[in-house]
């Protein structure tokens, strides 16, 4: 009994000397993470700042692109399966590649940030309440991204750096805090632990993604730079041109339309050729993925209705068009047969002859039909045909490390 209780009392005091090694964040591991709220329900201001938390430091162009993005999770994992299918494909063969998807703009123009797509598929169960809780709380979910700014600013661990530049403007009469690429042609994807600036999550579980390590004071860190006139070419305008950004004092993310229509983005739903709108869900894009809760649901399926009836009203009235001319066809023909007493031959039948529209060359029926079905919106490929190639980087942060429970101490 005596030595099982020393052989006991001394695995103790290794352990407690091994634990007394490990950096403070490693003792925050043994913490419960919170657990997630029922997914109709509305969050907390709390809950919010932790469910943003890692992406809270993003510049602003990104942010308000991953907002978006998030808003259609099945097409972020169609995004992430078709880079692994197309590996080799870089520069401008990607854009016009990513041209060539059936998804919505925001989630083509990732494609040229591939650690970004990777990312957001690590924990896509947190991408998609993202997206939910911005559906039915836009608000507030950008609200929450300024809390987070403000605080990490407050304590010195947020401000301007080579790659990104941090600035406090007014809008509205309210203080925002704006980050945007330093360079206006280069964008750097930031990695950084959120439990380094704000603690451990205390409402919401962080994403569930390799953060730098804490060893060395490696907590943040940026990865290659990307030149995006590789991408759009050098007349692309700078960062103040990108598709995507925000409207603080509006608390609204808006859209750069002739940034869509310039890169032959799918521009369904969108506002006219020029000039910003502000951006609206397109239900069509969700792809049956269930929204949060009734009334979120409610606002975005009438949409799909209403153009599922818009298609099948325009295919109706395509197919009584038809009949009509098909009516007039054999009228006209019976009419030629007799005349009076007197009995016609019946002529060949004309080889041209079509159903939109009588006597009709073939292919121009073809384009009239073409034409009916180009007002139901463009038709493009789900898959594109050349090799790909990555924007990423290697962090200076570090590689894997722990998951996002970790922390340095609470906000």
Request: glycine fraction near 14%; proline fraction near 7%; aromatic fraction near 10%.
């Amino acid at each position: 009994m005596k030595r099982s209780y020393e052989l006991s009392f001394s695995m103790r005091a290794v352990l407690c000397a091994a634990l007394l090694l490990v950096p403070m964040g490693g003792l925050l591991l043994a913490q419960q993470p919170p657990e997630l709220p029922p997914p109709n329900q509305a969050l907390t201001p709390d809950q919010l700042d932790d469910l943003v938390a890692p992406v809270a430091l993003y510049p602003d162009p990104l942010v308000s692109q991953i907002l978006v993005a998030s808003t259609y999770p099945l097409e972020l994992v169609q995004a992430l399966q078709w880079l692994q299918r197309n590996p080799g494909i870089a520069g401008a063969a990607l854009t016009q590649a990513a041209e060539q998807q059936n998804w919505d703009p925001s989630i083509q123009a990732l494609l040229i940030f591939p650690d970004l797509v990777k990312r957001l598929n690590q924990d896509i169960t947190w991408t998609t309440n993202l997206g939910n809780a911005f559906l039915n709380q836009q608000a507030d979910v950008m609200d929450a991204v300024q809390r987070m700014r403000s605080k990490a600013q407050k304590t010195g661990k947020l401000s301007s750096t080579p790659q990104q530049t941090v600035t406090t403007t007014s809008d509205n009469g309210q203080s925002e805090i704006t980050i945007q690429p330093a360079n206006p042609q280069v964008i750097y994807l930031p990695n950084y632990d959120p439990a380094y600036f704000w603690g451990p999550p205390l409402y919401y579980p962080y994403a569930s993604w390799f953060y730098p390590p804490y060893g060395g004071g490696a907590y943040w860190g940026f990865g290659m730079g990307i030149p995006m006139g590789l991408y759009f070419g050098g007349g692309w305008g700078g960062w103040g041109g990108w598709g995507w950004g925000f409207g603080w004092g509006g608390h609204s993310i808006m859209v750069n339309n002739s940034f869509i229509h310039r890169y032959n983005f799918n521009s369904r739903g969108i506002g006219s050729l020029n000039g910003t709108s502000a951006w609206s869900h397109d239900a069509s894009h969700r792809q049956g993925v269930p929204y949060a809760n009734a009334a979120v649901a409610n606002r975005y399926r009438g949409n799909v209705r209403q153009n599922l009836q818009s298609r099948a009203a325009a295919s109706q009235a395509q197919s009584r068009g038809a009949s009509r001319a098909e009516s007039r066809a054999a009228a006209s023909q019976s009419k030629a047969e007799r005349m009076g007493n007197r009995q016609v031959s019946r002529s060949a039948p004309n080889q041209n002859r079509s159903a939109f529209g009588g006597v009709r060359d073939g292919s121009a029926a073809r384009m009239q039909s073409d034409h009916g079905y180009s007002s139901l919106g463009p038709a493009r490929s789900s898959g594109g045909s050349a090799p790909r190639g990555g924007g990423g980087g290697v962090m200076r942060g570090g590689g894997g490390g722990g998951g996002g429970n970790r922390g340095g101490g609470r906000r």
